[in-house]
């Protein structure tokens, strides 16, 4: 099942999770919410998670149209991140503050692992691994074929 994961800002992943599923209930299988290290870190090798939103969708199409509509405002919140320091500047001496209603689209962060092709995507789920051999069954009652490693076979057959 095709899949990518957005981060979303602290304390908002029930209302983006509940939008989304709303916006795009025709197009979207399943929403979770899951704990993935975050590499964005500066000192990401120590292991730190953070909780990130996993959409899955039924086919790649849908994924596409989904990932269409994300990526606009990821960036827009990444250019925005760059203005940080003078927001807060113009906030702690009585600048003009902008005040409006935020979409919960505005509060997509980041998008990970959308520009995986599918076909990698599930080598990578399914653990199958180039310079192995397997064994692929299928049965009639089984939509999805079964797939074990080969350990007995080293050298080709």
Aim: aromatic content about 10%; hydrophobic content about 35%; overall charge positive.
């Amino acid at each position: 099942m095709p899949y990518f994961y957005i981060g979303v800002k602290e304390n908002t992943h029930q209302d983006v999770s509940s939008y989304l599923s709303k916006k795009f209930a025709t197009i979207l299988s399943k929403i979770e919410i899951v704990l993935k290290e975050d590499l964005n870190l500066p000192n990401h090798l120590t292991g730190l998670k953070a909780l990130y939103l996993k959409l899955s969708f039924a086919t790649t199409m849908d994924l596409m149209k989904v990932r269409r509509e994300i990526i606009p405002y990821v960036k827009k919140y990444k250019e925005s991140d760059k203005d940080v320091y003078s927001n807060m500047l113009k906030s702690h001496y009585g600048g003009v503050t902008e005040t409006r209603q935020i979409s919960q689209l505005e509060n997509i962060t980041a998008i990970r692992e959308y520009d995986v092709p599918y076909h990698v995507r599930a080598a990578i789920d399914l653990k199958v691994n180039v310079g192995r051999w397997y064994s692929v069954s299928i049965r009639s009652n089984n939509p999805c074929p079964e797939i074990s490693e080969r350990s007995d076979l080293i050298e080709r057959p």
